[in-house]
C-alpha cells in the first residue's frame, strides 16, 4: 500500500533556529518524493522534489530509501516560512498521495 | 499565465442539492487531478484524467460523484446529491508529466459548505 506519514500536526521553532519536518512514506516500489507548501491566502505548489537533490528558498531533503523517509530541514528558519507543508509521494503510474501535513509556526 | 482556473471559489448548498465544480487546468496539461481536501488533512485524490480518459477513479465515490473531461481540457466534478460529509475543499490540479511524474500546479481551489 501507498502510504505517507506526517507525524507531527504543528511545529513551532523560533527565528533563526533550525527547521526538520518528518515525512515518511510506505511504498513498495521505486518512489518520487516531493515536499509541497501552502502559505497563508496561496493555493498549493511544489517547493522541492528528491529527484533534482537542489534547495529552494534554503529547504533540503534527502531520501533515505533504509529508514523510508524524507525529512525536509533548514539550517535556519525565517517568520516567511511559515505555512503548511505538505509531503507527497508518487508511483510509477502517476498517482500522487499527500500525507495529512506540518503546521510551521516560526516565533518572532 | 493564469494558472489552473476553478469555479465556483465558494459554495453553500443545503444536503440533497446538487452542485458542479469546473476546473480549466494550464494548457497543455494533458494530466488532470481532481483532490478533495477535508478540515485539517491532506488533499485526497479522487479522479485522475490523461487527456479525456478517467484512469483513476478508484476513489471516486461513483454513488453520488461524477467527473468529465469532455476534449480533454476543461472538466466538470459533481456531486448529486450532496451530504453533510461533503464539505471540504476541491481542488483541481494539472500537469504535463514532464518525466515519469511531473509537478503538480494546483487551483485555489473550491470551498463546498453543505448545511
Known amino acids: 500500500a501507498q502510504r505517507v506519514t506526517q507525524p507531527e500536526k504543528l511545529l513551532s521553532v523560533f527565528k533563526g533556529a533550525p527547521v526538520e519536518l518528518k515525512c515518511n512514506y510506505s511504498y513498495s516500489g521505486s518512489p518520487e518524493l516531493f515536499w509541497y507548501v501552502q502559505y497563508s491566502r496561496q493555493r498549493l505548489q511544489l517547493l522541492l522534489r528528491h529527484i533534482s537533490r537542489e534547495s529552494i528558498k534554503g529547504f533540503t531533503a534527502d531520501l533515505n530509501k533504509g529508514e523510508t523517509s524524507f525529512h525536509l530541514k533548514k539550517p535556519f528558519a525565517q517568520e516567511e516560512d511559515s505555512a503548511m507543508y505538505y509531503c507527497?509521494?508518487?508511483?510509477?503510474?502517476?498517482?500522487?498521495?499527500f500525507g495529512k501535513g506540518t503546521r510551521l509556526h516560526i516565533l518572532p | 499565465e493564469a494558472g489552473v482556473v476553478q469555479s465556483p471559489r465558494y459554495k453553500i448548498i443545503e444536503k440533497k442539492q446538487p452542485v458542479a465544480f469546473w476546473c480549466n487546468p494550464i494548457?497543455?496539461?494533458?494530466?488532470l487531478y481532481w483532490y478533495r481536501q477535508n478540515l485539517g488533512q491532506g488533499p485526497e485524490l479522487l479522479i485522475r484524467?490523461?487527456?479525456?480518459?478517467?484512469?483513476?477513479d478508484s476513489q471516486l465515490p461513483k454513488d453520488r460523484f461524477s467527473a468529465e473531461r469532455l476534449k480533454g481540457v476543461d472538466s466538470t466534478l459533481k456531486i448529486q446529491p450532496a451530504e453533510l460529509g461533503d464539505s471540504a475543499v476541491y481542488l483541481c490540479?494539472?500537469?504535463?508529466?514532464?518525466?515519469?511524474?511531473?509537478?503538480?500546479?494546483f487551483g485555489e481551489g473550491s470551498r463546498l459548505t453543505v448545511l
Open positions: 484524467y490523461e487527456n479525456e480518459e478517467a484512469v483513476d
Open positions: 494548457s497543455g496539461h494533458n494530466t
Open positions: 507527497a509521494l508518487g508511483n510509477r503510474d502517476d498517482k500522487i498521495i
Open positions: 490540479a494539472s500537469s504535463d508529466r514532464t518525466g515519469r511524474t511531473g509537478e503538480l500546479f
